[in-house]
């Protein structure tokens, strides 16, 4: 009954706070040390009429006035520490509530460090987001480091009384100041009192905005060997959360410097990752123009007849024109050279020529042709398709790739519409040709089937016989000999007005002569031996032909 009556009176009595009662003893003390001599001078003077009475008393209250004005001064010695780190705290709280952020932090942090003594380490501050740590170099500087606070470090400073963790308090906690071995046991305390040691901490408070923590400021022990007193605890929590609110503009600056540095970052990879497709797409288009440099190397010799110099332009002017093209060839008469050459000049040089030769194998089946890696579709993408002879296809293949270039569906489901310039070569005339077509693909071609480059026989080009048996000798020469083979003025005569009937027929002849060839030029009987004799229609002297042709010098 007595026990739970006084334990109501004590619920009823308010907390006394023990800071006010410290502070208290402390200016009775100074009161009483002070003033009692005054007082009791003031007693013995009056009573021995000494002096008069109204002097007395005048003199006794002005020394007791000086005492009171001076008892903050007159109690100094008996602060914690002699009061030096808690008038530095509050130091410290001004700089940082009449300065700005930038300018208030770095002072606080310097004198804290000053009070600390002469080679004390810099008072930290931990901020967790972002995870940095701010700290002053000598010279007052403001410094900042990445790294992290030990988890264990943090749980303690919540659980502190005022928010602050003093070095005693984590001796005590780990319990290490009499029991060696039982931290010699705990490998997991190790690192704590190390970092502990390592750093000389005084005290460790929680910088807690909006009831989270946000970051702790770490006070250097220094020179002091006393321990932290609960209003010393109370001052640090103040200069806590004093740096709480400066530091919050300061973290959000500091965000804001980390997104920049991350996006910079990125920018910077998004830019080489950039220059580096620019250089693929650049090495790209010069290989595709090698290789249609490579296909057109025989269309430069035998253009000169009126005829192939138009079915040349017509050529080139609808491949500029980016429309799909038709093209008739003679038989005997390779057209990819021609093709190769137009596409050089036309808007998508830089990109893929690919030539199908419809007959083969391969591409008879429409899983060739739907493939995602092989189709020549997706190939040919951006670039040029040429088809040769593309009726010889079966038809489910040819409703395919018609519809494929209507609808501009890559056979890749990810890859962008596609983007086909489409050339075939065809056997036969126009009429013939569209009708061997399934009329979806002849649908494509409409304009261009109405109006097919045509290309010229051999026959009908007796400008361009010269020019390209020349060709014809330089190449297999340099092919099966490995050096320059010349021919006679009336051998080439010979050769000229042969009447082949297509250019497979007249490269045969050539590649018999340069076999049989035994001087270094070809000579007027082994065209005769490889040749036989001239028609019956011929009437003219091969032999009084002003030509001299030698390319063994």
């Known amino acids: 009954m007595w026990r739970s009556l006084v334990a109501r009176l004590r619920m009823s009595v308010p907390q006394i706070d023990e800071v006010v009662v410290a502070s208290a003893k402390r200016r009775i003390l100074v009161i009483a040390l002070f003033?009692?001599?005054?007082?009791?001078?003031?007693?013995?003077?009056?009573?021995?009429?000494?002096?008069?009475?109204?002097?007395?008393?005048?003199?006794?209250?002005?020394?007791?006035?000086?005492?009171?004005?001076?008892?903050?001064?007159?109690?100094?010695?008996l602060r914690p520490a002699r009061g030096r780190w808690l008038d530095a705290a509050e130091q410290a709280i001004r700089a940082i509530v009449e300065c700005r952020p930038e300018e208030g932090v770095p002072k606080a942090l310097a004198t804290m460090r000053h009070v600390a003594g002469r080679g004390a380490v810099s008072t930290e501050l931990w901020w967790f987001s972002p995870a940095r740590c701010y700290s002053v170099d000598t010279a007052g500087y403001l410094r900042s480091t990445s790294g992290a606070l030990p988890a264990w470090l943090i749980r303690q400073v919540e659980q502190a009384r005022e928010a602050t963790l003093s070095a005693d308090d984590v001796g005590a906690t780990l319990q290490c100041t009499n029991k060696i071995q039982e931290l010699a046991k705990r490998p997991d305390l190790r690192p704590i009192v190390q970092w502990y040691e390592e750093r000389s901490i005084l005290a460790i408070s929680a910088i807690v905005?909006?009831?989270?923590?946000?970051?702790?400021?770490?006070?250097?022990?220094?020179?002091?060997?006393?321990?932290?007193?609960?209003?010393?605890?109370?001052?640090?929590?103040?200069?806590?959360?004093?740096?709480?609110?400066?530091?919050?503009?300061?973290?959000?600056?500091?965000?804001?410097?980390?997104?920049?540095?991350?996006?910079?970052?990125?920018?910077?990879?998004?830019?080489?990752?950039?220059?580096?497709v620019d250089r693929h797409v650049e090495w790209d288009g010069e290989r595709h123009i090698a290789n249609a440099e490579f296909l057109a190397e025989s269309a430069n010799a035998g253009v000169y007849s009126p005829d192939m110099r138009i079915a040349v332009e017509q050529l080139q002017h609808r491949v500029r024109m980016d429309a799909p093209v038709a093209l008739i060839a003679a038989l005997g008469v390779s057209p990819v050279a021609h093709i190769a050459q137009a596409h050089l000049k036309g808007p998508r040089r830089r990109a893929p020529l690919i030539v199908v030769d419809c007959a083969a194998h391969r591409y008879q089946d429409e899983l060739c042709w739907s493939s995602a890696t092989k189709s020549p579709l997706q190939l040919a993408h951006r670039g040029t398709l040429v088809l040769l002879i593309p009726s010889s296809l079966p038809a489910s293949v040819q409703i395919y790739i018609a519809d494929a270039l209507s609808t501009r569906r890559a056979p890749h489901a990810q890859s962008d519409p596609l983007?086909?310039?489409?050339?075939?070569?065809?056997?036969?005339?126009?009429?013939?040709?569209?009708?061997?077509?399934?009329?979806?693909?002849?649908?494509?071609?409409?304009?261009?089937?109405?109006?097919?480059?045509?290309?010229?026989?051999?026959?009908?080009?007796?400008?361009?016989?010269?020019?390209?048996?020349?060709?014809?000798?330089?190449?297999e020469a340099i092919h099966h000999r490995g050096a320059p083979l010349g021919i006679e003025p009336t051998a080439l005569a010979y050769l000229v007005n042969y009447e082949a009937a297509s250019e497979p027929e007249l490269r045969g002849i050539v590649v018999r002569l340069v076999d049989r060839a035994i001087a270094p030029r070809i000579s007027f009987a082994d065209v005769l031996a490889v040749a036989g004799h001239a028609k019956s229609g011929e009437s003219r002297d091969c032999r009084e032909q002003p030509l001299s042709v030698d390319f063994s010098a």
Do not use: N, W
Request: hydrophobic letters at 50%.
């Open 209 to 276: 905005v909006d009831g989270a923590l946000e970051g702790v400021v770490v006070l250097p022990r220094g020179e002091r060997d006393e321990p932290v007193t609960l209003e010393e605890s109370r001052a640090f929590r103040r200069l806590a959360d004093a740096f709480g609110g400066a530091m919050q503009s300061i973290a959000r600056c500091a965000r804001s410097e980390e997104r920049e540095k991350v996006t910079q970052r990125r920018m910077e990879t998004a830019r080489d990752h950039l220059d580096k």
């Open 35 to 77: 003033g009692g001599p005054v007082v009791v001078t003031g007693v013995m003077l009056s009573v021995g009429h000494v002096l008069p009475t109204t002097a007395v008393t005048a003199m006794t209250a002005l020394a007791a006035l000086i005492v009171g004005v001076s008892v903050a001064k007159l109690e100094a010695p």
């Open 419 to 475: 983007d086909v310039a489409l050339i075939v070569a065809l056997p036969a005339a126009p009429e013939g040709a569209s009708s061997s077509l399934h009329p979806r693909l002849a649908a494509r071609l409409r304009d261009a089937l109405a109006a097919p480059v045509v290309l010229p026989p051999l026959g009908a080009r007796a400008e361009d016989l010269r020019s390209i048996v020349l060709a014809m000798i330089a190449q």
